[in-house]
């Protein structure tokens, strides 16, 4: 394959990467918060206040529900930027065979045609059909 015909495929084909999940919402995100049994408690508690006058009490769970919910949704956010950030740490680079000889190129570009070669320990980029394979194997036991 050429360098050409890759950047070709590479177009047609788009990027050889799993898209990224859709952006949750904020609304969504507290919608969640808010359904967990704690806090649906707590909201019973602060109607049932409210219902008996008691204002300052009213005020001071809501503000407990806020905070809860409030840290829920940083920790949710925290959590999914530490997978973002670490999937694009393990981004690797693959050997492809382009022009007649193996170049390095991110595995996001390897496109369908490309020759990948494969050593120990290296991660396949992609489906691939299997052309050829040598293993040795060891047959001494310690």
């Given amino acids: 394959?050429?360098?050409?015909?890759?950047?070709r495929l590479l177009a047609e084909h788009g990027l050889n990467e799993?898209?990224?999940?859709h952006r949750?919402?904020?609304?969504?995100?507290?919608?969640?918060?808010?359904?967990d049994p704690l806090i649906t408690v707590l909201l019973a508690a602060v109607a049932l206040t409210l219902a008996v006058g008691d204002h300052p009490d009213a005020v001071v769970i809501a503000l407990v529900i806020v905070v809860n919910t409030?840290?829920?949704?940083?920790?949710e956010v925290r959590a999914e930027s530490a997978v973002t950030a670490l999937s694009q740490l393990s981004a690797p680079a693959t050997r492809v065979l382009r022009d007649g000889e193996q170049r390095?190129?991110?595995s996001a570009e390897v496109v369908p045609g490309d020759v990948?070669?494969?050593?120990e320990g290296d991660i396949v980029?992609?489906?691939a059909r299997l052309t050829e394979a040598a293993a040795r194997?060891?047959?001494?036991?310690g």
């Fill in 1 to 7: 394959m050429t360098t050409t015909e890759a950047a």
């Fill in 18 to 21: 799993v898209s990224a999940d």
């Fill in 24 to 35: 949750v919402p904020l609304w969504a995100r507290v919608a969640v918060q808010l359904r």
């Fill in 70 to 75: 409030t840290v829920g949704i940083i920790q």
């Fill in 104 to 106: 390095r190129v991110p």
């Fill in 116 to 119: 990948v070669a494969l050593a």
């Fill in 125 to 127: 980029p992609a489906d």
């Fill in 137 to 141: 194997w060891s047959t001494s036991r």
